[in-house]
């Protein structure tokens, strides 16, 4: 199993930064893809970014050139560095880990929120 603590959100105004964690523990070394997710008020979960165990990323398209994920060197943090904030990237941010021991499972944090006002 896996247990995911995200960590980071907070309030920032339009144009700032934010940098979330998400520390992993138990069989980190089975995590194959690190997502980060987040839920707008009143909207459904969608995948902001996504990092394999090789380091390969993905992004949707409207954080491009805007977000970064990121793997750190103790291989038990997962980060994504949020650079000029919108008001739209406001909602409640999770991580997710898919694991794979013989069979898939994934793992979902406690998410963390983020406001982006002024």
């Known amino acids: 199993q896996v247990q995911l603590v995200e960590s980071g959100g907070g309030l920032v105004q339009p144009g700032g930064s934010l940098r979330l964690s998400c520390t992993a523990s138990g069989s980190v070394l089975s995590i194959v893809l690190m997502g980060w997710y987040r839920q707008a008020p009143g909207k459904q979960r969608e995948l902001v970014a996504t990092i394999t165990n090789y380091g390969a990323t993905n992004y949707t398209e409207s954080v491009k050139g805007r977000f970064t994920i990121s793997r750190d060197t103790d291989f038990n943090t997962w980060n994504l560095q949020m650079n000029a904030l919108k008001p739209e990237d406001t909602g409640v941010y999770y991580c997710?880990?898919?694991?794979?021991?013989?069979?898939?499972?994934?793992?979902w944090g406690q998410g963390t929120p983020v406001t982006v006002s002024s």
């Open positions: 997710k880990a898919t694991v794979i021991i013989i069979t898939k499972s994934e793992y």
